[in-house]
Nanobody, 126 residues
């Protein structure tokens, strides 16, 4: 399974970016997809997740600013990030488990995901 994440870049505070994550084989695009982020010296932090049903979950720090969506069955997942802040600066990773679902108690845990993309860097300047 390969995950291809893209869309990172350098922006100013208040700007927007959209990250995308496509899985191969495409079957895995139907699985729950999580986004995490990591800064040097810190553990990987949950950002958002989307289930096959379309149900989404967000970390409190991004709720109301980030929106996770799918364009359709077996399609890529998109993380729209609005009102970016310097503290959003991190390497963003998308991830998927080896099975379609993870429990409601674990979707925010990195250990629930088996496959990870290579990461895309988002830098927000003040």
């Amino acid at each position: 399974v390969q995950l291809q994440a893209s869309g990172g870049g350098l922006v100013q505070a208040g700007d927007s970016l959209t990250l995308s994550c496509a899985a191969s084989p495409s079957t895995y695009n139907n699985y729950i997809r999580g986004w995490f982020r990591q800064t040097p010296g810190k553990e990987r932090e949950f950002v958002a997740a989307i289930r096959t049903s379309g149900t989404t979950y967000y970390a409190d720090s991004v709720k109301g600013r980030f929106t996770l969506s799918r364009s359709g069955p077996k399609s890529a997942v998109y993380l729209r990030m609005n009102s970016l802040r310097p503290e959003d600066t991190a390497v963003y990773y998308c991830a998927t488990p080896s099975r379609p679902f993870v429990s409601a108690a674990s979707y925010y845990q990195a250990s629930a995901y088996d496959y990870w993309g290579q990461g895309t860097l988002v830098t927000v300047s003040s």
